[in-house]
């Protein structure tokens, strides 16, 4: 890995470590003063109805989550490249600037 590359996963993995809760799905007003997380299981729609404080600590674990995910996206990209520069590999057709990138 490239020192510029390894000093920037090192950093992804102090932001990785400092994030709190996390939690998928999204959270929702309903009138009159209730508020719904809705998230998936096993492909279906689950619902449940939350307090007020309980809205807001949800908005902030889906928020981390977003993060993790942002952060994860970016350090498998990092050390895709890396392998992919580094390790001696076979003869392709393509260049690797022609190949899709993984997201």
């Known amino acids: 890995m490239k020192p ?3 000093r920037r996963y090192a950093t992804l993995q102090k932001q990785l470590a ?3 809760p996390v939690s998928q799905g999204s959270v929702a007003f309903q009138a009159p ?3 719904r997380w809705t998230f998936k299981v096993k492909g279906k729609t689950a619902c449940v109805a939350l307090s007020a404080e309980q ?3 949800m908005l902030q674990a889906i ?3 977003k993060r993790v995910e942002e952060i994860v996206r ?3 990209e990092i050390t895709q490249n890396s392998i992919l520069e580094t390790v001696p590999g076979i003869r392709r057709r393509k260049p690797l600037s022609e190949i899709p990138k993984a997201r």
Request: no cysteine; proline share 0%.
């Open 18 to 20: 400092a994030i709190g």
């Open 74 to 76: 970016e350090m498998r």
């Open 63 to 65: 928020e981390n989550h």
């Open 33 to 35: 003063g209730s508020w």
């Open 4 to 6: 510029r590359d390894s």
């Open 55 to 57: 809205a807001e600590q």
